[in-house]
Nanobody
Framework: QVQLVESGGGLVQPGGSLRVSCAAS????????MGWYRQAPGKQREWVAA???????NYADSVKGRFTISRDNAKNTAYLQMNSLEPEDTAVYYC???????????WGQGTQVTVSS
């Protein structure tokens, strides 16, 4: 059984920065991708970023240049560094892992990120 535990969410002012983390436990040896989705109230869940085992990254256009995804394979942990945050970034951020290009296999519980003055 794979479990993803997220941390680091909270309240930040517009223009500020925040880093959220996702620690994976269990066997994920065949899962080559980790990433993040987000969902704001009243909106559909949208994909944010993904990273493969080798380090290749991809981003949604809405966050490219502001967000950076990374991973520490030894710690089975993924990170999302969020800079220049805007109120539109307010959402619950969900970590996932799975096969790149496929529907995610496992999800974290979500962590709330609120951008407000």
């Amino acid at each position: 059984q794979v479990q993803l535990v997220e941390s680091g969410g909270g309240l930040v002012q517009p223009g500020g920065s925040l880093r959220v983390s996702c620690a994976a436990s269990g066997s994920i040896s065949l899962l080559n991708a980790m990433g993040w989705y987000r969902q704001a109230p009243g909106k559909q869940r949208e994909w944010v970023a993904a990273i493969r085992t080798g380090g290749t990254t991809n981003y949604a256009d809405s966050v490219k240049g502001r967000f950076t995804i990374s991973r520490d394979n030894a710690k089975n942990t993924a990170y999302l560094q969020m800079n220049s945050l805007e109120p539109e970034d307010t959402a619950v951020y969900y970590c996932y892992t799975g096969i790149y290009g496929k529907i995610p296999s496992y999800w974290g519980q979500g962590t709330q990120v609120t951008v407000s003055s």
